[in-house]
């Protein structure tokens, strides 16, 4: 096809063109920022905890099924990966926490400069870290 | 201006016409799990693991029990419009219908199992 033929054909097509449209810069063109990797973090651990979810409707499924189906749930649980992926689920939820908290401090048009948006940032981060510690700890 | 507040001057607004009330619904389902997560947490953390006995005494107890059931039911609905931003920004065409779709029957069902389940055990 000439490129002439393609030119006024996009043309005639334009209005029935949806979904092909030039994007906006998007991830793979920014810079990593502390502000775009702990929102795309906020996204990650959101969606991820859907496992957890999962696991433990399981386990109070199980545990209203009977003794048996309760052992099982509550060994895969309870087993080394099991444990492995509470605890990552445990600062994953931390992290969501916190980083919602900071967009409800954000829709009330606080804390929006920069330097401030990245303070609350390592906030965030660091205090993940600080409440998985004090999770494991009492429980 | 009048005496509008800002939300409803911004409903309706929007190409779908429907951001608004989902963002607002996202605010509410977060403002809830801010109290219920540390609860559910530090509940549900002692009973996984117990004997089945114990387990099940434990969530026969009015608090763990409607924490437990609360936690299951907005965390479901907060997760169902969560992921239904994150598959219209990724997925596309009849993909995203369905996937969507898949998610909300996922949501829906996990947390009425959840809700089911916790209720069996406390009453």
């Given amino acids: 096809m000439g490129a002439d033929l393609q030119a006024r054909k996009e043309n005639v097509m334009a209005d029935v063109n949806r979904g092909n ?3 906006s810069p998007h991830l793979t063109i920014y810079r990593p920022q502390l502000t775009s990797i702990t929102s795309i973090l906020t996204r990650i651990t ?3 905890l859907l496992l957890a979810a999962m696991l433990a ?4 499924v199980a545990a209203a099924t009977g003794p048996e189906a309760y052992a099982r749930a509550d060994a895969v649980i309870t087993s080394w990966f099991g444990k492995l992926v509470m605890l990552g689920s445990i600062w994953a939820l931390w992290y969501h926490s916190l980083a919602g908290i900071r967009h409800l401090i954000w829709d009330t048009v606080r804390m929006l400069e ?12 660091a205090g993940s870290f600080v409440l998985t510690a004090l999770t494991v700890a009492v429980l | 201006m009048g005496y509008i507040t800002d939300r409803k001057r911004a409903v309706g607004l929007g190409s779908a016409h ?3 009330m989902h963002h607002w619904h996202m605010i509410i389902s977060s403002v809830a799990l801010v109290g219920l997560v540390p609860l559910f947490v530090f509940t549900f953390g002692q009973a996984v693991g117990l004997p089945y006995d114990e387990a099940v005494a434990y ?3 009015p608090f763990p029990a409607i924490v437990a059931a609360l936690t299951f039911l907005v965390g479901f609905i907060h997760f169902r419009n969560g992921v239904q931003t994150l598959i219209e920004d990724y997925v596309h065409g ?4 369905a996937l969507i779709i898949a998610m909300i029957c996922l949501s829906y069902t996990a947390a009425a199992a959840g809700v089911f389940a916790v209720a069996r055990i406390a009453l």
Avoid: D
């Avoid at chain 1, 409707?57 to 109070?60: C, D, I, L, Q």
């Avoid at chain 1, 920069?114 to 981060?125: D, H, M, R």
């Fill in chain 2, 59 to 61: 969530y026969a107890r």
């Fill in chain 1, 57 to 60: 409707v399981w386990w109070f």
């Fill in chain 2, 18 to 20: 429907s951001g608004t």
């Fill in chain 1, 114 to 125: 920069i330097t401030q948006a990245e303070k609350l940032g390592w906030g965030v981060i």
């Fill in chain 2, 94 to 97: 009849f993909a995203r219908k």
């Fill in chain 1, 21 to 23: 449209r030039p994007l």
């Fill in chain 1, 46 to 48: 959101g969606n991820a």
